[in-house]
């Protein structure tokens, strides 16, 4: 089982419609949770962060964690264009002291 | 959110070179840095756990005389690719961020392309 596990996509998605993306971990021991957004050659920035059960909303991001599940979900309401991006979801791994990334998913908002 | 600038942003050399990436942390000091290298259309993959006045962690794989890590101050890192070849051409990633929050900073990023 990988450690942290993510659909490669494409994802595609309609303008204005809501996009869904998903991850799961292993460790069970983990306690933070991120998503970043990566474009093309350049390096991820962070979008969102949780520590909790439940949903965490930032604009038009939402972040969904269930621990019992291992599981964790980022929603883009209202898509964009300018969305269209790589969406990577990272796991610390306290046991291990390191952070680690999924394979990310490749979002695609069409017009 | 803090600062981390990565130097240079392009390089390329030839197989057999040495290659020196840095990684800066500017607005905050860092005692772990992480190296992160990722290949085109795949997800980044940690290579080292930097640690200031210490000697750096490799991850299962990585060889620690072919990349050389050094963290001699608090906002300074190194990569040294040594001998490089061309299967390391790569995008090399660093970061900085606190492992209480787990929060990372990247830095922009170095391409290596080695021919």
């Known amino acids: 089982q990988k450690e942290v596990e993510q659909n490669s996509g494409p994802l595609s998605v309609p303008e204005g419609a809501i996009a869904s993306l998903n991850c799961t971990y292993s460790?069970?021991?983990?306690?933070?949770f991120f998503w970043y957004r990566q474009y093309s050659g350049k390096s991820p920035e962070l979008i969102m962060s949780?520590?909790?059960?439940g949903d965490k909303e930032d604009g038009r991001f939402t972040a969904q964690l269930n621990k019992a599940s291992q599981y964790v979900s980022l929603l883009i309401r209202d898509s964009q264009p300018s969305d269209s991006a790589t969406y990577l979801c990272a796991v610390n791994f306290r046991s291990a002291s390191k952070i680690i990334f999924g394979s990310g998913t490749r979002l695609s908002i069409r017009p | 959110g803090a600062v981390v600038s990565q130097h240079p942003s392009w390089v390329i050399c030839k197989s057999g070179t040495s290659v020196k990436i840095e990684c800066r942390s500017l607005?905050?000091?860092?005692?772990?840095m992480f190296w992160y290298r990722q290949f085109p259309k795949q997800s980044l993959m940690l290579m080292a756990t930097s640690n200031e006045g210490s000697k750096a962690t490799y991850e299962q794989g990585v060889e620690k005389d072919k990349f050389l890590i050094n963290h001699a101050s608090l906002t300074l890192s190194t990569l040294t690719v040594t001998s490089a070849h061309p299967e390391d051409s790569s995008f090399y990633i660093c970061?900085?961020?606190?492992?209480?929050?787990?929060?990372?900073?990247f830095g922009e990023g170095s391409r290596l392309t080695v021919l």
């Open positions: 607005d905050f000091q860092a005692t772990t």
């Open positions: 970061s900085a961020g606190g492992l209480r929050t787990g929060e990372l900073f």
């Open positions: 460790d069970r021991g983990s306690q933070s």
């Open positions: 949780i520590y909790s059960n």
